[in-house]
């Protein structure tokens, strides 16, 4: 198993830096991305310190900078991950090799779960690097070398290791209906809406709350803003973990079951190397 | 004889839908296997001969774990193409669909290195399998440059090297040499009979061309229509037409029908096709006729022709060749594309 991952580590790390413009964006859209609402902030309120009054009381931080960036980043994360692993299984398959990795004795389980590890890992790499560099732009960089931020990627990785799962879902669904740019443009702003990547998930009506809750991101999101900034959790620290650790086994089953289902499908109907 | 693969009624249908306006599709289901069966022995190089959409490929990739049976069971290496496809791909080599079979954004080198970890090659061992390739097939010239850079050719031969990568026992080789050029060709040829005869490796190879099944194939099947159509050596299956004679003649021009059917109502014609061919950079046709005796009939055509001011190019009368066992079994010829709507 570590051979296959070594090996797919190395084969897309090679691909991203020959693709180097990739790497730019990824830290440098979140923190652009960030600042539209917090202009827009200063504009409603009328300046930066009134924004920050009326922030605090709506929401319970003045803090306003650093719960915009982590929204910003969470929800990139999340589609960076979906693109990654969702175009993945697309290109592979565009490009004919799909059919050639399953022709080698390496389960497609091994390969999903590398070609996973390496869109977790490549995008809480740039969660990182744009997390600090937002840090030193927004002054807010002390925050995040305090005994909280230890928690703060706790809440972090369990958001987004079920993420992978739900990522798996996304690619089985990809390689049945070849669809896959559609598929993700439609789930990115569904996502940012639900995640509350501008607001807090509490302020929203509680159907929405709900389905906004069978998101993992929703609660890492909001627990990591709870931790920094030292707001409300979802419901509690515990009982949000919990939740945390369920999906964690949830969604990666239920995304490895979907995918099982449609390769074999696609065995039956020969569909795999299609374009 | 120890029998390496082993198939048995192999049956596989494909569904098919056809647009016929924006809402409206019309199903359609292709036959691509019929009820195969068939055997291939250690240490041979077998050869699946058929047109384009004949079920080569189809069986192929059956065979390689890469589709599903509908009906019948398929064993390679003893083991059970669906139930245990895992050790079947740990023995087998396997070279299809050519130059999309890899990562354009990777050179040679890094494309094996991938493919060999895949198998589970320790680091060491790969790095001296890669070298032992590259000089076997003579890569060294372009093996560290972007794949994206090679030409169809070159891609071709990396596609065959990776086949390579495992040193299976059993190889299974897809059209090896479509978009090659003859030289390459010839040389891909060349090494597949060296694989077979000095490293004892067993070859499946499909082709639509008959002098390479004729020049590599220990024993020929002859597929069309998802149906084996015939098995034996080259020379068992030629000698089908024993007796017979084959005829090859070019026309200028495309207007020959009436002169096929002329030639069909010959007494002692057995079977008649026709190819378009470029002779000279103009069009022709290609008439193939599989007939008792030549001399019988050759001079009628030749007054037809004169008859009907056809332009005749050249007129060839031959030993028959696998083509004409193709043509003799199907009616048709090899280069034709039978695709069902796929």
Redesign the interface.
């Known amino acids: 198993m570590l051979?296959?991952v070594?090996?797919v580590f190395?084969?897309r790390w090679?691909?991203l830096t020959?693709?180097p413009g990739w790497l730019i964006i990824f830290i440098i859209l979140p923190i652009v991305f960030s600042v539209i609402p917090i202009v827009l902030g200063w504009a409603v309120a009328g300046s930066p310190q009134q924004a920050a009054i009326n922030f605090k009381m709506n929401v319970g931080t003045s803090n306003y900078t650093l719960f915009m960036i982590l929204g910003s980043l969470t929800w990139l994360l999340s589609v960076s991950i979906m693109w990654d692993f969702g175009m993945w299984i697309r290109e592979e398959q565009e490009?004919?090799?799909l059919?050639?990795?399953?022709?080698?004795?390496?389960?497609p389980v091994e390969l999903l779960v590398s070609s996973n590890l390496w869109a977790l890992f490549n995008s809480a790499m740039q969660f990182l690097i744009a997390l600090f560099v937002a840090g030193i732009l927004f002054n807010f960089i002390g925050l995040l070398f305090t005994p909280a931020m230890v928690l703060t990627l706790v809440y972090l990785i369990l958001g987004v290791f079920p993420l992978a799962g739900f990522a798996l879902l996304i690619g089985s669904l990809i390689l049945k209906i070849r669809e896959a740019e559609a598929i993700l443009r439609l789930l990115e702003p569904g996502i940012a809406f639900l995640v509350g990547i501008f607001y807090p998930v509490t302020l929203m009506p509680t159907v929405i709350r709900t389905i906004a809750l069978l998101i993992p991101l929703t609660i890492s999101l909001q627990d990591m803003r709870a931790v920094l900034l030292n707001i409300s959790y979802i419901f509690n620290p515990q009982l949000d973990l919990l939740i945390l650790l369920i999906y964690c086994a949830l969604w990666p089953l239920l995304g490895t079951k979907a995918f099982n289902y449609v390769e074999?499908k696609a065995?039956?109907?020969?569909g795999?190397?299609g374009f | 004889m120890n029998s390496i693969v082993k198939t048995v009624g192999i049956c596989?249908d494909?569904?098919s839908e056809l647009r016929k306006g924006f809402f409206r599709k019309e199903r359609k289901i292709v036959h691509a296997l019929r009820d195969v069966n068939l055997e291939i022995y250690e240490g041979e190089i077998f050869g699946l001969l058929g047109p384009n959409g004949a079920g080569k490929t189809?069986l192929i990739?059956i065979l390689?774990?890469?589709?599903?049976p509908?009906k019948g069971k398929a064993k390679v290496l003893g083991h059970d193409v669906v139930k245990e496809s895992?050790e079947v791909?740990?023995k087998?080599g396997?070279m299809?669909?050519g130059e999309?079979?890899?990562?354009?954004?990777?050179t040679g080198c890094?494309n094996l290195?991938?493919?060999g970890?895949?198998?589970?090659i320790p680091t060491s061992k790969l790095k001296e399998r890669i070298s032992d390739i590259v000089d076997f097939i003579g890569l060294n010239e372009f093996i560290d440059r972007l794949v994206e850079t090679y030409s169809s050719g070159q891609k071709m031969l990396l596609a065959f090297a990776?086949a390579l990568i495992n040193d299976a026992p059993l190889l299974f080789l897809d059209e090896p040499t479509v978009t090659m050029d003859p030289r390459n060709a010839a040389m891909i040829r060349q090494k597949i009979k060296e694989l077979n005869r000095e490293y004892g490796k067993t070859i499946l190879l499909t082709t639509h061309l008959m002098h390479e099944a004729e020049q590599l194939c220990d024993r020929v099947a002859i597929i069309d229509k998802g149906r084996i159509l015939a098995i034996g050596t080259p020379d068992e299956l030629k000698s089908t037409l024993r007796g017979k004679s084959s005829i090859e003649i070019d026309i200028l021009g495309n207007r020959v029908e009436g002169l096929i059917e002329f030639i069909k109502s010959l007494d002692g014609v057995m079977s008649v096709a026709s190819n378009y061919v470029r002779i000279n950079h103009k069009e022709a046709v290609r008439i193939k006729v599989i007939c008792d005796s030549p001399r019988e009939i050759l001079p009628e055509i030749i007054n037809r022709v004169v008859d009907d001011k056809y332009n005749l190019l050249y007129i060839n009368p031959k030993e028959p060749t696998l083509e004409d066992v193709f043509l003799h079994y199907t009616g048709r010829l090899l280069s034709e594309d039978t695709r069902e709507g796929l």
């Open positions: 051979q296959v070594k090996a190395k084969l090679k691909y020959r693709y490009m004919g090799t059919e050639q990795l399953l022709l080698t004795p390496v389960s074999k065995k039956k109907e020969g795999l190397g | 596989k494909y569904k189809t990739k390689t774990t890469l589709l599903l509908d895992i791909r740990k087998i396997v299809l669909m999309r079979s890899l990562y354009w954004k990777l890094e290195e991938y493919f970890s895949l198998y589970r990776k």
